[in-house]
């Protein structure tokens, strides 16, 4: 899949993904939606996000932890 919505520069915001060059961090738009806010609530705090930023990056977020291996506690 291709992230073009995501940018990564080291020299902003210590290289953590981003929505499209804004300061707006990947991380911060999924734990929004985790917090569940709904679309026009993330975009009503974050005027410069378009709806397609939020799927892109909870789509990027979903990548990413698929192809790690997560210290996860197992419950008994």
């Given amino acids: 899949m291709d992230f073009n919505l995501i940018t990564v520069d080291p020299a902003q915001m210590g290289g953590v993904p981003c929505i499209r060059g804004l300061r707006i961090p990947v991380a911060t738009v999924v734990g929004m939606v985790a917090d569940g806010m709904c679309v026009e ?36």
């Fill in 41 to 76: 609530e993330i975009l009503e705090a974050y005027p410069d996000l378009e709806p397609g930023d939020i799927s892109q990056a909870l789509k990027f977020a979903a990548k990413a932890v698929s192809e790690r291996q997560l210290p996860l506690v197992s419950v008994q």
